[in-house]
């Protein structure tokens, strides 16, 4: 009897010692298996919010960042170009005028120039039709563009034309006007794209781009 309570006693210690060194085993494979879920730095750099230093783009100019692999152009609009975006001879011959479709992150940049504030124009330069890059034309009445070109966004590839705001024009390819990426004004020079004052934001889409 002695000898079966040592047996026994020996066979559960056994069994304990298995189990145990199964479970750290598991608990091994299971860490790479599990770091192998969460993105490579490189998806995660790509997603990650972009600073630019407005104060260095001359009025008129822009410059191109990229944010989640897009290109974002940050346009620094001139007295002239923000006026011309509340012309009502150029609102009848937008799509969307209003911005009442979903193409931007928050109902504060739904105004007449989609932006914080006036001078700076912050879109992502997708056409919304099928993904082609518009090109920044400032200059009127160019001679390929006709006469009732007052500045834009023209893109090359199916002829679709955005007004100074992003905003698509009537009876274009493109179904609607450019995305307007979440940002914000991390001091009157500087913004940060890819997420608010909030740190809101970052998972945003808009309907096409």
Known sequence: MEDQQIDHSRRRFLVAATSVIGAGGLSAAAVPFIGSMNPSAAVAAAAAPVEVDV??????????????????????????????L?????????????????????????????SLEPEYLVVVTICTHLGCVPTYR??????????????????PCHGSRYDLAGRVFKFMPAPLNLPIPPYYFMNPNRIRIGETDQGTERNWSPKVW
């Open 55 to 84: 104060s260095k783009i001359e009025p008129g100019a822009l410059i191109t960042v990229l944010w989640r692999g897009r290109p974002v152009w940050v346009l620094h609009r001139t007295a002239e170009q923000i006026a011309r």
């Open 86 to 114: 509340h012309d009502p001879a150029l609102l009848t011959q937008l799509r969307d005028p209003d911005s009442r479709e979903p193409q931007q992150f928050s109902q504060t940049v739904a105004n007449g120039h989609r």
């Open 138 to 155: 400032p200059y009127m009445q160019p001679a390929d563009l006709g006469p009732d070109w007052h500045g834009g966004f023209y893109c």
